[in-house]
């Protein structure tokens, strides 16, 4: 098994920036694809990025591409997102999610633990 703790999130004004962490614990961390989600209230939790078990590998949904940038280290059993020009819409719960596959993993059912969820607001 595999032991994530997203955190980072918090309250930030439209155009600022947050940098989310997530820490991994347990089995070997660079056997996992890990994977950004997100959830806004009443709506479907969807991927935000994933990252390849190499970090060579990225994908970004289309609503982030350019703002947000997905990078692990694995050394630190380590994920991070780090989310700059920030939009009321991006407020959700954000999670981290590991999938254990050599692929790129981008739909919720590929993912096989998650983290607990960290709460990220934008004010306009």
């Known amino acids: 098994q595999v032991q994530l703790v997203d955190s980072g999130g918090g309250l930030v004004q439209a155009g600022g920036s947050l940098r989310l962490s997530c820490a991994a614990s347990?089995?070997?961390?660079?056997?996992?694809?890990m994977g950004w989600f997100r959830q806004a209230p009443g709506k479907e939790r969807d991927i935000v990025a994933a990252i390849s078990r190499s970090g060579r590998a990225t994908y970004y949904d289309d609503s982030v591409k350019g703002r947000f940038t997905i990078s692990r280290d694995n050394a630190q059993n380590a994920l991070w997102l780090q989310m700059n020009s920030l939009k009321p819409e991006d407020t959700a719960v954000y999670y981290c999610?590991?999938?254990?596959?050599?692929?790129?993993?981008?739909?919720?059912?590929?993912?096989?633990?998650w983290g607990q969820g960290t709460q990220v607001t934008v004010s306009s």
């Open positions: 347990g089995h070997t961390f660079n056997w996992y694809a």
């Open positions: 999610a590991a999938a254990h596959t050599t692929a790129l993993p981008t739909s919720r059912v590929e993912y096989d633990y």
